[in-house]
């Protein structure tokens, strides 16, 4: 998800509905491009996922970080659509469960 929607978003913001003054796409762009580099980085770790705790954890807590802040925004707006809803179940439910079996995968490797 998150390759497929940085490289959608740094591409085209507006497909994403993004939409507002140049500024605040030139922007979206930019964190579109962060969320490339974030899906690249968990895709660099499978070769050897069990030996890439430190790694993992660090992208983990990046994700984790980017869902609160738009869990306050949400919040603070009140706004729950799907568009806001999912991102947020995998940001901070589904990034966090990949991160607790990547450490189980570590305590049983060889």
């Known amino acids: 998800m998150p390759v497929a929607a940085g490289l959608t978003?740094?591409?085209?913001?507006?497909a994403l509905a993004f939409a507002g003054a140049?500024?605040?796409?030139?922007?979206?762009?930019?964190l579109s491009g962060l969320l490339l580099g974030i899906g690249l980085g968990f895709w660099s770790l499978v070769p050897?996922?069990?030996?890439?705790?430190?790694?993992?954890?660090?992208?983990?807590?990046?994700v984790v970080v980017g869902g609160l802040?738009?869990?306050?925004?949400?919040?603070?707006?009140?706004?729950w659509t799907g568009g806001v809803?999912?991102?947020?179940?995998?940001?901070?439910?589904v990034t966090p469960a990949l991160c607790l079996w990547q450490r189980r995968l570590f305590h049983f490797a060889p």
């Open 85 to 93: 809803a999912f991102p947020l179940v995998m940001e901070l439910l």
């Open 48 to 62: 050897a996922i069990e030996r890439q705790t430190r790694a993992f954890t660090l992208l983990t807590a990046i």
């Open 9 to 14: 978003g740094a591409l085209n913001p507006a």
């Open 22 to 30: 140049l500024q605040s796409l030139s922007h979206a762009a930019y």
């Open 69 to 79: 802040a738009r869990l306050v925004l949400a919040l603070r707006l009140g706004v």
